[in-house]
């Protein structure tokens, strides 16, 4: 009798869901991570050298990373540590240099606590499934807070408005600043499209009601104008997926059409005149003032430039325009309303040279993220990469007429898009497979 050997099947061996080990500090790390994003508009009350209670989960997200970098012998990496580098070292030069060393340095501590921050972010983004868990916990946080602000204005809850008698009705919840606080809520609202949070569509849509409605309550010109400008590139992004550059044409030439028919029809300055004598709060504090607004960052540019001519190439040191201007008697004392701007008068030509290498990897990071086949490596963590694109551009564009730089949330944009543009690890795909 012949007997027939049974050959038993492959065993497949186990592999984890896309997730952190639990007990370990890649587990503690991402947790801490995702809590950051959650309390990223908690900014009141502040603390010491502009810090503020998120700066807690900021602080653990940095340490728990390098625990778990040093117990586990994983190299860190660091996008834009030397744009960043260069902006911090042009920084430390003129500010020892400059008339106020003192107020240079602490703004110095804070590039360092910013680069600490990403280093940590970008590396623990990385690890599989974080990266959406983090997107995710943005998204929903923020539609959160969106409707709770919301409900606060429509109950006149002042605790939870936020007001300052500085800022009038003006909305600003626990951000402190109407800009800061438009950017926050442009940006999660791009981040809800990026991840597709909440999933159902109905919840989604409510999400994108209540962050436009915060956004509407900041009554600030240049939230409108970075929400206008974000869903405008995520058309042009739809239009060249579809139809490729004859789309983005017609796309465009729709715009313009739109945009010229409006202003023949309905002048600008006639609407800003509306605005202004309208009596409502929000319309006369938004467009009623952009005007003024305008002439104002106009006034403070050739005033920052007075400044960057009498310090020298060197600038006169990070965060000291405000206060040189009050020394020196000028008109119209305030902080540089441009990111910039500011890179040159108070980093001197060294700090441009840092700006602009930040911008380049910051745009060629988001060029590779765009064109990241659908569905494979981190973009299979982000459904729709435009979105998170379109963050990173409106906050570019922000930084033309306000400091955005130093904004917490833009460094998560930022290391966002780096990962998206960067390569998984080996063994990546491996470890996000489910057993079958």
Not at 182 to 199: I, T
Request: charged share 10%; proline share 6%.
């Amino acid at each position: 009798m012949t007997s027939t050997a049974v050959t038993a099947p492959p065993v497949t061996e186990f592999v984890a869901p896309a997730r952190p080990w639990r007990g370990t500090a890649e587990r503690a790390a991402a947790l801490a991570a995702c809590t950051a994003m959650a309390f990223q508009p908690i900014l009141r009350p502040a603390g010491p050298g502009n810090s503020a209670p998120v700066d807690l989960f900021t602080a653990a997200t940095v340490l728990l990373v390098a625990v778990w970098a040093a117990t586990s012998g994983r190299k860190l990496g660091a996008p834009y540590a030397l744009p960043l580098g260069v902006l911090i070292v042009a920084g430390a030069i003129a500010g020892l240099a400059g008339p106020l060393p003192g107020t240079s340095l602490l703004e110095l501590s804070q590039d360092l606590v910013l680069l600490a921050w990403g280093v940590a972010l970008y590396n623990i983004a990385r690890r599989p499934g974080v990266l959406r868990m983090l997107t995710t916990t943005f998204a929903w946080a923020s539609i959160g807070w969106a409707t709770l602000v919301v409900v606060g204005w429509l109950a006149n809850i002042t605790a939870i408005e936020g007001l300052s008698p500085t800022e009038g009705d003006r909305v600003l919840f626990t951000l402190g600043d109407p800009n800061y606080a438009s950017a926050y809520w442009v940006v999660s609202l791009l981040v809800v499209f990026a991840a597709k949070r909440p999933r159902h569509w109905a919840l989604r849509w409510f999400g994108y009601a209540m962050l436009i409605w915060a956004i509407a309550l900041t009554e600030s010109n240049g939230g409108v104008l970075e929400l206008l400008v974000g869903l405008g590139f995520l058309g042009v992004v739809a239009c060249y997926r579809r139809r490729g550059i004859v789309g983005v044409l017609a796309f465009a030439m729709l715009v313009a059409s739109v945009v010229g028919v409006g202003t023949q029809v309905l002048p600008f300055s006639r609407l800003q005149t509306w605005a202004l004598q309208s009596g409502q709060s929000y319309l006369v504090n938004s467009l009623g003032r952009s005007q003024g607004s305008s002439s104002q960052r106009a006034l403070l540019i050739q005033e920052s430039l007075q400044l960057y001519q009498s310090d020298g190439l060197l600038g006169s040191g990070p965060r000291t325009t405000k206060q040189l201007l009050i020394d020196r008697n000028y008109p119209y004392a305030k902080e540089a309303h441009d990111d910039y701007l500011a890179a040159l008068t108070e980093r001197g030509v060294l700090g441009v040279a840092g700006m602009a290498m930040l911008v380049l990897a910051a745009g060629w990071r988001a060029g590779r993220a765009l064109r990241a086949p659908p569905g494979q490596g981190f973009a299979a963590e982000v459904p729709r990469p435009a979105g998170i694109v379109a963050a990173l551009l409106v906050m570019a564009l922000a930084g033309t007429y306000y400091q955005v730089l130093h904004f917490r949330f833009v460094w998560i944009v930022l290391v966002f898009v780096a990962v998206l543009a960067s390569r998984p690890d080996a063994g990546y795909a491996e470890s996000r497979r489910m057993p079958s």
